[in-house]
């Protein structure tokens, strides 16, 4: 983990069906929010169909993914304020492509249609999760 300019950034493995997956989150790939974590990480094949409603592996945090049922590519963000951020898709290469998603924190996060959360909200309640966002495409989301 690295400090710059007062955003953190990430860099994770995560082991999959024993197979190792580096996912980034670094200043090339845009900066997050300021007061974010953001780690995306495929989950895809056997791991993936293995996934079940809980699975957001880490606590506090909002697991979009880019299909529906909690499947696919999952993108994971974090709010290190208290009182939450805002989190651009867009800006990391998310934009659009949200299927389902899972709230693992204790207050409720919400999923906005434009880059800057306005626009919406579609509210996911704490501790829980929407398996199909239906037609709904967000483009930002408040991490509590």
Do not use: E, K
């Amino acid at each position: 983990m690295s400090m710059r300019n007062g955003v953190r950034y990430a860099l994770t493995t995560l082991a999959l069906t024993g197979t190792a997956v580096v996912a980034a989150a670094t200043p090339a790939a845009a900066a997050p929010a300021t007061g974010a974590v953001v780690i995306a990480a495929p989950a895809t094949g056997a791991a993936g169909a293995a996934r079940a409603a809980g699975d957001c592996p880490f606590s506090r945090t909002v697991c979009l993914f880019d299909q529906t049922g909690y499947q696919g590519t999952r993108f994971t963000a974090s709010s290190t304020t208290s009182g939450g951020t805002c989190v651009s898709l867009v800006s990391h290469g998310f934009g659009d492509r949200a299927r389902s998603v899972l709230n693992g924190g204790n207050s409720s996060a919400a999923l906005f249609a434009l880059d800057n959360c306005a626009g919406g909200p579609y509210q996911v309640a704490a501790n829980s999760g929407i398996a199909d966002l239906g037609t709904f495409r967000p483009n930002s989301v408040w991490v509590p």
